[in-house]
């Protein structure tokens, strides 16, 4: 991450959507937005209100010039993009044929060229600005501009070659880094990746290259990571269960078909498939791959209801993507409207502006009262805005050992709520009975953010808000963080028994555990059990969190806690050194589980996310 040195604590992203603002002044009537009107909003924010408090109106007021000025830190800006309702839900272009490209660059150039052989005729000098007079098209006189700055050349040298260099898709009227035009850009790569391998070919071969040729880090630097990788990885992030393809292996020369694949199943759909909420994910996608070039960046985002028609769930990565990879990395300036309690709720740390009917300009509200105006007239409606969860446990280890896990697991996947881990009393330990009663009284008395987490103990059942871990699986805590795999790993990790011990594993080190095996895993259970005297007939089959199905047994997992590590302590003397109650457990969460958290048993991980 990168810091700001003077304010070391916050990072570079939350600086600019904290302390960059935005100055609005309304100078003509639009609609239902009467002038004067003049206000400051941050560079990231929600506008939300009731229907008809004219929430479009201010934006489309914003976005024209004609009756507005932004400024952004005292600069007035000119490239405002407004997107109107439904306006990320693009019509994705699926075919490219690369003789289109070619065919452009052509016409481009003859323009050029004609433009100059006017001036000859009419003894005019060679000047830029005076060719392009003789250039319609405000997209081919930006082509020719950057050709010449990129190539370095003067008018007279000007290439066609030059122009195909500095070719990308903003030059074909797609001025607009939410074009959809997915094929078109991605063969537009792929035909730079082949040029400069025939050119590298030929270099190998002495012979002449048409442009130098450039190494895979070069090439990356010129052009940015293909942008079909780029788009997976997005994907990936939000959820979305396909890939794109892409036209590597395809020849140069051939037309390419866009085309989305079930990342599980393996089976192809037409982008025209997708649903809407995966429409605006993917159009965001390419926005964000867009801003790495020149492709119509612009100077500030309007953007009317993107979550109309989204799941809640997808209306969350929307936010992040705009908050994390528009405005933060990419320094977009953003403003979006919305009717969504779930969007305001998922606006964490944004700023949360209401626009009320006759008023023009938008004020500051929390979230809990922009939540409480979006929802007035549903009843029985009840939104919590709080994520934050109490959660009784039954002794301060315990909250120790969550707390851990919490932060472990907290930063591979997400959980469903910020729990608070408190011991159901303060002296003297506790037990279940503690946990059960402080939490029903306090349920009971309104208190619905409130959960207890007790051990199975071989008969304690959950109810509403009484989780049991491991019910029905292992009696405690404590047969879990001393789980024999983590436990091998353990004595592997600090070298009190060797490696070789565990009977032909296919790692030789504890650098290596990362390429651990399931068959791996299941010989140092063995061994741990066979030791213990618990390597017994009745046979469990148990799930880690990266899925592995592994074999225990049910006199390990019913085996008293307190006098399971008991045991580990008599059969390996060497854990004797753990001398505080709490000290073997939090190593193996340290160390192990924190090293390693695909090995733990799922039922820890699964029990954190039904804390909901």
Excluded at 32 to 54: A, D, Q, R, W
Excluded at 72 to 100: A, H, K, M, W
Aim: aromatic share 8%; net charge negative.
């Amino acid at each position: 991450m990168t810091f700001i040195h003077t304010l070391a604590v916050i990072n570079l992203e939350e600086f600019i959507i904290k302390y960059m603002s935005i100055k609005i002044t309304i100078n003509q009537k639009h609609k239902s937005i009467n002038p004067p009107c003049e206000f400051e909003l941050p560079t990231f924010c929600v506008l939300t209100g009731k229907n008809g408090s004219g929430k479009t109106h201010l934006l489309e007021a914003m976005s024209n010039r004609d009756k507005s000025q932004v400024n952004i830190n005292g600069n007035l800006i000119q490239n405002v993009r407004y997107i109107g309702f439904n306006g990320l839900n693009p019509t994705i272009e699926e075919t490219c044929d690369p003789n289109s490209i070619s065919q452009h660059v052509k016409n481009v150039w003859n323009q050029y060229h004609s433009g100059r052989q006017q001036l000859q005729r009419r003894n005019q000098e060679d000047n830029i600005n005076l060719i392009l007079n003789y250039v319609p098209d405000e997209n081919m006189k930006r082509f020719i501009r950057k050709a010449l700055q990129d190539s370095g050349k003067s008018t007279s040298q000007l290439t066609e070659n030059d122009l195909s260099d500095s070719f990308d898709i903003s030059f074909m009227g797609q001025n607009d880094f939410f074009t959809a035009q997915f094929a078109l850009i991605f063969k537009n790569y792929h035909r730079r990746q082949e040029e400069n391998a025939i050119n590298e070919y030929y270099q190998s071969k002495g012979k002449l290259i048409t442009k130098p040729v450039l190494s895979d880090d070069e090439f990356k630097r010129n052009y940015g990571e293909p942008p079909w990788e780029f788009i997976n990885k997005i994907l990936e992030e939000t959820n979305i269960p396909y890939e794109v393809n892409n036209p590597e292996g395809d020849r140069i020369d051939a037309s390419f078909v866009f085309k989305l694949r079930d990342r599980t199943e393996g089976f192809e759909i037409s982008s025209a498939d997708l649903s809407t909420g995966e429409k605006v994910l993917m159009s965001l996608a390419l926005a964000i791959y867009n801003t790495g070039g020149d492709i119509g960046k612009p100077d500030i985002l309007l953007i009317d209801e993107p979550d109309a028609g989204l799941h809640p769930s997808m209306s969350k990565m929307m936010v992040k993507v705009l908050k994390e990879n528009i405005v933060g990395q990419n320094h977009i300036p953003t403003i979006i409207s919305t009717h969504s309690p779930t969007t305001v709720i998922a606006s964490e740390g944004v700023s949360i502006y209401q626009l009320e009917r006759g008023t023009n300009i938008p004020s500051k509200i929390p979230v809990q009262k922009a939540v409480e105006i979006l929802s007035a007239d549903i009843p029985f409606l009840k939104i919590s805005t709080e994520r934050r969860r109490q959660v009784f446990v039954e002794s301060k280890y315990d909250v120790a050992y969550y707390e851990l896990l919490q932060n472990i697991y907290g930063r591979l996947i997400s959980l469903p709520s910020e729990p608070i881990f408190i011991p159901a009393r303060t002296s003297n330990g506790s037990n279940c009975t503690d946990v059960i009663d402080v939490v029903t009284n306090l349920y009971s008395n309104g208190n619905d953010q409130i959960y207890g987490i007790i051990d199975w103990d071989m008969n304690n059942k959950p109810t509403d808000r009484i989780l049991v871990l491991g019910e029905n699986e292992r009696y405690a805590i404590e047969n879990y963080l001393l789980d024999p795999l983590l436990m091998g790993i353990l004595m592997i990790r600090e070298n009190k028994i060797s490696i070789g011990d565990f009977g032909g594993l296919s790692i030789t080190a504890y650098s290596q555990m990362i390429n651990l095996t399931p068959e791996d895993g299941q010989l140092i259970i063995d061994k741990v059990l066979t030791d213990l005297g618990l390597n017994t007939d009745n046979k469990l089959t148990y799930k880690t969190f990266n899925n592995w199905e592994l074999q225990i047994t049910q006199d390990f997992n019913e085996h008293q806690g307190h006098e399971l590590e008991a045991l580990f302590k008599t059969k390996y003397p060497f854990l004797n050194a753990y001398r505080r109650e709490d000290a073997l457990k939090k190593d193996v969460i340290e160390k192990v589980i924190n090293d390693h958290p695909d090995f733990v048993p799922d039922s820890i991980v699964k029990t954190m996310m039904n804390i909901e």
